[in-house]
């Protein structure tokens, strides 16, 4: 089988997280990176390898066999159209937009390609996500309570809305995601933040957020968001179904059954290496395990993109459901694609 030559575009944290771990497989060929600061696709090129491109246009003209996306929410759509009109197969780190329109719209161009994608939301590779899901078996979900409570994170496009969508956007898309995984699809949301922004210059996100939310299945739930400590104090969900209680996070599963309480370790690391090896594989033609492709991601972010309209305007939020899933035109201009807001 031969080497799978991969670009990164985007030179920051995530991207030097998935240099580390594409250079350790022996199958993986790291042609460079391009970033708009190129001091940082030089540093990191330098230190795994490759060359720092001027852009993605000249990474492409390399022809590589797949392409890392690691921009900010903000930078996400130019760098997927262009890879997309290259054919060439894609991971996009989450989330995968600022807002739904350019998620919507990348999509329908994957969709019309046909093309091979992967998208980072790397718990679903945590085994005891898997546990949980075989714990629940035919067991409706009566409710769930998820939560990411953490710090405002050290970059500086992170406070302002425009450039991150919120902490509901671009740090509980993570909860949300296994929400939907181990829940089933939300049918409304209802959301209030505080509307007062985090001790940070020139931030606009609201500090706190609270929904509820109501599941096609009848499930009820709740999310709660923060960035108002020092540090990343709890981020997970919890689940109660007829006769079990379970605590999910990215370090591991609490259950709580009949037969007493029982803790089963996570391993973080091993799921951030396992979504990287199973879109690789996917690449080769050697393996099909890549569990969140973009279309899947979009619900995500259709759900978290509800959440945070729900709390800007402090109306309920619809979200569309059955296999398409998505509402052309929105109900009030301000609305983005893909939801409607009930007066």
């Known amino acids: 089988m031969r080497t799978c030559r991969v670009g990164l575009v985007g030179a ?12 350790g497989f022996e199958d993986v060929e790291l042609l460079g990176v391009t970033d708009v600061a190129r001091d940082a696709a030089e540093a990191l090129a330098g230190a795994h390898g490759g060359r720092a491109f001027v852009d993605v246009t000249e990474l492409l003209a390399t022809g590589p066999d797949a392409v890392y996306v690691c921009v900010p929410p903000f930078a996400h759509g130019p760098v997927e159209e262009a890879v997309i009109d290259a054919g060439v197969p894609m991971f996009v780190e989450k989330p995968v937009a600022v807002d739904l329109a350019t998620a919507e719209r990348i999509a329908e161009l994957v969709e019309r390609r046909g093309l091979l994608t992967a998208v980072g939301h790397h718990w679903r590779y945590l085994h005891v996500v898997e546990q949980a899901r075989e714990l629940l078996g035919d067991r409706p979900v009566r409710m769930v309570n998820g939560a990411w409570l953490d710090k405002v994170p050290p970059v500086t496009w ?13 740090q509980a898309a993570h909860v ?12 409304e949301v209802t959301a209030y933040g505080d509307g007062t922004p985090p001790p940070v210059e020139g931030a606009d ?9 109501r599941f096609t299945s009848g499930a009820v739930g709740t ?6 400590l020092g540090w990343k104090h709890r981020a997970g969900l919890e689940i109660l179904a007829d006769g079990l209680a379970m605590s999910l996070a990215e370090d591991g599963l609490l259950i709580c059954d009949g037969d007493g309480e029982r803790q089963l370790p996570a391993d973080p690391d091993g799921a951030r290496v396992a979504v990287d ?4 594989d996917a690449v080769r033609g050697v393996g099909d395990d890549i569990r969140v492709p973009y279309a899947e991601a979009l ?27 998505r509402v052309t035109t929105p109900v009030a201009q301000a609305v983005p694609t893909g939801v409607t807001v009930d007066a």
Do not use: K, N, Y
């Not at 999310?223 to 108002?228: E, F, G, P, S």
């Not at 090896?277 to 690789?280: E, K, L, P, Q």
């Not at 259709?302 to 459901?321: C, D, F, K, N, Q």
């Open 223 to 228: 999310l709660a968001a923060a960035c108002v």
């Open 176 to 187: 949300l995601d296994l929400v939907r995984l181990l829940v089933g699809e939300a049918s």
């Open 12 to 23: 920051g944290g995530v991207a030097q997280r998935h240099a580390r771990v594409l250079t």
């Open 158 to 170: 992170w406070a302002r809305c425009d450039r991150s969508g919120g902490p509901v956007v671009e």
């Open 277 to 280: 090896r199973a879109f690789v």
């Open 299 to 325: 619900r995500t972010q259709r759900l978290a993109i509800a959440i945070a309209e729900s709390a800007r305007t402090g109306r309920s939020v619809a979200l569309p459901t059955g296999p398409a899933a």
């Open 205 to 213: 996100i609201d500090s706190v957020t609270a929904a509820t939310l």
